[in-house]
T-cell receptor, first 114, second 113 residues
């Protein structure tokens, strides 16, 4: 079956620093990847849609200059949280779409900003 | 995508069947019913999907009412590892359809020993 690898699984960073999260589709090519954010006891909220080779589409209220998304290849998308603040602490999840496998999710990244 | 309504929480005894309901009264004819689950601190996992016929796989069964306005996910013999939040999602399917999945609040299923 389809596998999406997300790394790191946990990261702690200081306020003001940047953190990069990687999302890789291991056995299929994903022209579209999605990035979600999930706060404790809440559902997943879509942040942005990432298409290979083009700019990401951000949801309303998500700052594109703060959450930089790069989808340079059909198997890799990255989310960089720039100038992180404690309120950015959350669980970030990526999802890759393929016409054969549908939607496959990564295992998530727990970001804690101190 | 049609809106779905699920109970916020349910309990089930280990070894018994867990029946999780979902209401989707505004579903359109070309929209499928998808079920995903999310175990604590993990990414969502696909369970099953269907259009109008009942479906079964190694994980679960999906029963869709004849009018398609509601469905039930059945875990035939729940185990402690089935404790998770279960999401019912309605959307159009098809090759090349790469719009996002929209998650509601889901049902927290707790399997009790």
């Amino acid at each position: 079956g389809a596998v999406v690898s997300q790394h790191p699984s946990r990261v702690i960073c200081k306020s003001g620093t940047s953190v990069k999260i990687e999302c890789r589709s291991l056995d299929f090519q994903a022209t579209t990847m999605f990035w979600y954010r999930q706060f404790p006891k809440k559902s997943l909220m879509l942040m942005a849609t990432s298409n290979e080779g083009s700019k990401a589409t951000y949801e309303q209220g998500v700052e594109k200059d703060k959450f930089l998304i790069n989808h340079a290849s059909l198997t890799l998308s990255t989310l960089t949280v720039t100038s992180a603040h404690p309120e950015d602490s959350s669980f970030y999840i990526c999802s890759a779409h393929d016409s054969n496998y549908g939607y496959t999710f990564g295992s998530g990244t727990r970001l804690t900003v101190v | 995508d049609a809106k779905t309504t699920q109970p916020p929480s349910m309990d089930c005894a280990e070894g018994r069947a867990a029946n999780l309901p979902c209401n989707h009264s505004t579903i359109s004819g070309n929209e499928y019913v998808y079920w995903y689950r999310q175990i604590h601190s993990q990414g969502p996992q696909y369970i099953i999907h269907g259009l109008k016929n009942n479906e079964t796989n190694e994980m679960a069964s999906l029963i869709i009412t004849e009018d398609r306005k509601s469905s039930t996910l059945i875990l035939p013999h729940a185990t402690l590892r089935d404790t998770a939040v279960y999401y019912c999602i309605v959307r159009v399917a098809g090759s090349g359809s790469a719009r996002q999945l929209t998650f509601g609040s889901g049902t927290q299923l707790t399997v009790l020993p």
